[in-house]
């Protein structure tokens, strides 16, 4: 035979003691191994005072043990016993003292009511997501309903809890019994039928304000009919506020998160839909006092006004002197008032005839011709004094045109000298020795020959006292 190879690394790694080699176990089974569920029959069931829970889980081939902690299982509702089907959901493991493999139970329930919870938690996710469990879409309930449908069984114990209450509490609430299954195949299709028939509101049900949906307690299977989804989504299309009590306290069903209000018990929403009758007869009693009240002031407020209407009457004849009295004196202001109209428009008439003979044409064509006459004076004075300022202008001007002349200066002994060709001589360097010059003067002319040239300036000035002329010849 050949020798036995020991696996690789075996022979050089250190002993491992039970306790260790158990303590990886139980780490490679929690690390690499996810939650799982596992359906089988509880037996060697242990409840020790710890509050923990041992057992077995077995099929006809094989078993596991399990363990339930205290923390765990304190959420279960039900009992679980030996020979009990159940589904669990676990975490695998080892207990280390024994070196068992074994499962960490975190829930446990029956195999039949396991697969009704997955079902109406899936159902239940569905429809929130879509918002048929959301509050803004909740309808109010009336403060006083005055007339109840109730759909559940009429043989039922939730009937007669509501019918109780109601009777208690406000006995002329009116209730109709809408009779259906709770329970069974055909129970969800008998609770559409009956929601739908109601909001139809005809016959019987004509002036229904609320419809209660209701059933007494039971298991997940009983109640089950009202966790149905056609079910859910005709109370969420109602027109009437509906209420749902199915069950006990602690039972939940989807017609309860979509209904507009769930009571945990039928009774306790006969309540929430009744107002007590003691609370309404105190009301009414109130009420009536107020009204007694209001009436009483009401009438003492007419006996005061009568009493004063009573002291304002008087006797018809004496009203009746007063009124013909009144229609002297109106006649009087009539007669007043036609006088001073009359002198008004007389007055009215005589300035009107006055202006009328101021306007006549014969006196408008005479005052036209004195405003003629009259224009025609301002305007022969206008251009007479025109005609003397303009005779004084021209003097004026001509004595000033005059002053500047060249014959002015001529006739005050001056004169203009040219050459042979008519050009005004301003210097005795514009001439020769024997030229002949024009001399020009006031009356006259002189035609000289130029004999000799001086070179000489001469300057003609005014003598300060006698203003008489002076020349200078300045060489």
Same mark, same amino acid.
């Given at each position: 035979?050949?020798?036995?190879?020991?696996?690789?690394?075996?022979?050089?790694?250190?002993?491992?003691?039970?306790?260790?080699?158990?303590?990886?176990?139980?780490?490679?089974?929690?690390? #690499?191994?996810?939650?799982?569920?596992?359906?089988?029959?509880?037996?060697? &069931?242990?409840?020790?005072?710890?509050?923990?829970?041992?057992?077995?889980?077995? *099929?006809?081939?094989?078993?596991?043990?399990?363990?339930?902690?205290?923390?765990?299982?304190?959420?279960?509702?039900?009992?679980?016993?030996?020979?009990?089907?159940?589904?669990?959901?676990?975490?695998?493991?080892?207990?280390?003292?024994?070196?068992?493999?074994?499962?960490?139970?975190?829930?446990?329930?029956?195999?039949?009511?396991?697969?009704?919870?997955?079902?109406?938690?899936?159902?239940?996710?569905?429809?929130?997501?879509?918002?048929?469990?959301?509050?803004?879409?909740?309808?109010?309930?009336?403060?006083?309903?005055?007339?109840?449908?109730?759909?559940?069984?009429?043989?039922?114990?939730? +009937?007669? *809890?509501?019918?109780?209450?109601?009777?208690?509490?406000?006995?002329?609430?009116?209730?109709?019994?809408?009779?259906?299954?709770?329970?069974?195949?055909?129970?969800?299709?008998? &609770?559409?039928?009956?929601?739908?028939?109601?909001?139809?509101?005809?016959?019987?049900?004509?002036?229904?304000?609320?419809?209660?949906?209701?059933?007494?307690?039971?298991?997940?299977?009983?109640?089950?009919?009202?966790?149905?989804?056609?079910?859910?989504?005709?109370?969420?299309?109602?027109?009437?506020?509906?209420?749902?009590?199915?069950?006990?306290?602690?039972?939940?069903?989807?017609?309860?998160?979509?209904?507009?209000?769930?009571?945990?018990?039928?009774?306790?929403?006969?309540?929430?839909?009744?107002?007590?009758?003691?609370?309404?007869?105190?009301?009414?009693?109130?009420?009536?006092?107020?009204?007694?009240?209001?009436?009483?002031?009401?009438?003492?407020?007419?006996?005061?006004?009568?009493?004063?209407?009573?002291? #304002?009457?008087? #006797?018809?004849?004496?009203?009746?002197?007063?009124?013909?009295?009144?229609? *002297?004196?109106?006649?009087?202001?009539?007669?007043?008032?036609?006088?001073?109209?009359?002198?008004?428009?007389?007055?009215?008439?005589?300035?009107?005839?006055?202006?009328?003979?101021?306007?006549?044409?014969?006196?408008? +064509?005479?005052?036209?011709?004195?405003?003629?006459?009259?224009?025609?004076?301002? &305007?022969?004075?206008?251009?007479?004094?025109?005609?003397?300022?303009?005779?004084?202008?021209?003097?004026?001007?001509?004595?000033?045109? #005059?002053?500047?002349?060249?014959?002015?200066?001529?006739?005050?002994?001056?004169?203009?000298?040219?050459?042979?060709?008519?050009?005004?001589?301003?210097?005795?360097?514009?001439?020769?020795?024997?030229?002949? +010059?024009?001399?020009?003067?006031?009356?006259?002319?002189?035609?000289?020959?130029?004999?000799?040239?001086?070179?000489?300036?001469?300057?003609?000035?005014?003598?300060?006292?006698?203003?008489?002329?002076?020349?200078? +010849?300045?060489?």
């Amino acid at each position: 035979m050949p020798a036995f190879t020991p696996p690789l690394g075996v022979s050089d790694s250190p002993a491992l003691s039970v306790t260790q080699l158990n303590r990886l176990a139980r780490q490679l089974l929690e690390e #690499h191994f996810p939650a799982v569920l596992v359906e089988g029959e509880i037996s060697n &069931l242990a409840l020790p005072g710890s509050g923990h829970w041992y057992f077995t889980l077995k *099929d006809a081939g094989a078993q596991v043990r399990c363990a339930m902690f205290r923390n765990r299982n304190m959420f279960v509702r039900l009992r679980p016993r030996d020979g009990m089907q159940v589904l669990v959901k676990a975490r695998l493991s080892l207990y280390e003292g024994r070196g068992d493999y074994q499962l960490i139970v975190e829930s446990l329930e029956e195999t039949g009511a396991g697969a009704l919870r997955r079902a109406f938690e899936l159902l239940k996710q569905k429809l929130q997501q879509e918002g048929l469990f959301a509050p803004e879409r909740k309808r109010p309930l009336p403060s006083l309903p005055r007339h109840i449908a109730v759909i559940t069984s009429p043989t039922g114990a939730a +009937i007669r *809890d509501v019918l109780s209450v109601l009777r208690r509490r406000f006995p002329a609430t009116l209730v109709t019994i809408v009779p259906v299954q709770v329970q069974g195949q055909s129970s969800a299709a008998e &609770l559409t039928a009956a929601l739908e028939r109601v909001n139809r509101q005809q016959g019987c049900l004509a002036d229904v304000d609320v419809i209660l949906l209701t059933r007494g307690g039971g298991s997940l299977e009983d109640l089950w009919s009202f966790n149905d989804e056609t079910l859910a989504r005709a109370i969420a299309a109602s027109r009437l506020p509906v209420v749902s009590a199915v069950g006990h306290e602690v039972d939940f069903s989807i017609a309860d998160f979509v209904a507009d209000l769930r009571a945990p018990t039928p009774s306790a929403a006969a309540e929430l839909l009744s107002p007590h009758q003691d609370d309404y007869r105190q009301l009414l009693r109130t009420w009536q006092a107020r009204l007694r009240t209001l009436c009483n002031a009401k009438l003492a407020q007419a006996q005061r006004q009568l009493a004063a209407l009573g002291r #304002h009457l008087r #006797h018809p004849g004496r009203r009746l002197q007063q009124q013909a009295q009144r229609l *002297d004196e109106l006649e009087l202001r009539l007669r007043r008032a036609l006088l001073a109209r009359h002198g008004v428009l007389q007055r009215r008439l005589q300035l009107a005839l006055l202006r009328h003979g101021q306007q006549a044409p014969a006196q408008r +064509i005479a005052r036209q011709q004195e405003n003629l006459r009259q224009s025609l004076q301002r &305007l022969r004075r206008a251009m007479l004094h025109r005609l003397r300022y303009g005779r004084q202008q021209v003097a004026a001007q001509s004595q000033a045109l #005059h002053s500047v002349s060249p014959l002015g200066t001529l006739a005050r002994g001056y004169s203009i000298t040219r050459d042979d060709k008519g050009a005004v001589l301003r210097s005795q360097q514009q001439v020769t020795d024997g030229a002949t +010059i024009e001399t020009q003067l006031a009356q006259g002319k002189l035609f000289s020959q130029v004999l000799r040239r001086e070179p000489y300036s001469v300057f003609c000035g005014y003598h300060a006292s006698t203003r008489a002329r002076i020349f200078f +010849i300045i060489p």
